[in-house]
């Protein structure tokens, strides 16, 4: 079946550090969502990508969807504290049903 | 923007027993609720899908008859976890698309903490 596989499994880094992680499929997808999910929460919607090759940004996040629509990657500029959390790549699949399957997660620990 | 409303946070059951979840799209109607389970330290595995007015569609090895979905209105979906067991501690969430929303408009809910005792 699908998988989405991100890397790195987990980062622990320094405030003010600039983070990187990325998200492989074995198939192509036509959207990419990264998600964002707190301790205890649901996961929150952090940037959509529809286009094969598109970047998008929001604050200090960025995001690309790869030319070959199985990948993707997530940038963080600057981290802060807040950014603590797991973040998922996801991907809709079943034609109209539209479900979506999510990545493995990178855990981002951020130290004062 | 869109909300989705769940509840209980937490609960807590004796095994054997039966716990039911809500989830209430407040400012929109969900025709579909897609309910996910996440286990510690993994990734949100979808289980089923509800649509109102139908039956739930559920993803394979999924019991049907263990997690029982009813989606009665446009604007509640539940998931009832009956016989519940110790393995079936876990975090369950739903989400709902949110057709008129500008983006990708999946809405979660904040989650429910399942633990059996």
């Known amino acids: 079946g699908q998988q989405l596989n991100q890397s790195p499994q987990s980062m622990f880094i320094q405030e003010g550090e600039d983070v990187s992680m990325n998200c492989t499929s074995s198939?192509?997808?036509?959207?990419w969502l990264w998600y964002k999910q707190d301790p205890g929460e649901g996961p929150v919607l952090l940037i959509a990508l529809y286009k094969a090759g598109e970047l998008t940004s929001n604050g200090r996040l960025t995001a690309q969807f790869g030319i070959t629509r199985k990948d993707s990657f997530l940038n963080i500029s600057a981290s802060i504290p807040s950014d603590v959390g797991i973040y998922f790549c996801?991907?809709?699949?079943?034609?109209?049903?539209?479900?979506?399957?999510f990545g493995t997660g990178t855990l981002l620990a951020v130290q004062p | 923007g869109a909300v989705v409303s769940q509840h209980p946070s937490w609960v807590i059951c004796k095994s054997g027993t039966s716990v039911k979840i809500e989830c209430r799209s407040l400012d929109f109607q969900a025709t579909t609720m897609f309910w996910y389970r996440q286990f510690p330290k993994q990734s949100l595995m979808l289980m089923a899908t509800?649509?109102?007015?139908?039956?739930?569609?559920?993803e394979q090895g999924v019991e049907k008859d263990k997690f029982l979905i009813n989606h009665a209105s446009l604007t509640l979906s539940t998931l009832t976890v009956t016989s519940a067991h110790p393995e079936d501690s876990s975090f369950y969430i739903c989400?709902?698309?949110?057709?008129?929303?500008?983006?990708?408009?999946?809405?979660f809910g904040s989650g429910t903490r399942l633990t059996v005792v």
């Open positions: 989400s709902a698309p949110d057709r008129g929303a500008r983006n990708y408009g999946y809405t």
């Open positions: 509800s649509n109102e007015g139908s039956k739930a569609t559920y």
């Open positions: 198939s192509i997808f036509n959207t």
């Open positions: 996801a991907g809709p699949y079943g034609g109209a049903t539209n479900k979506l399957i």
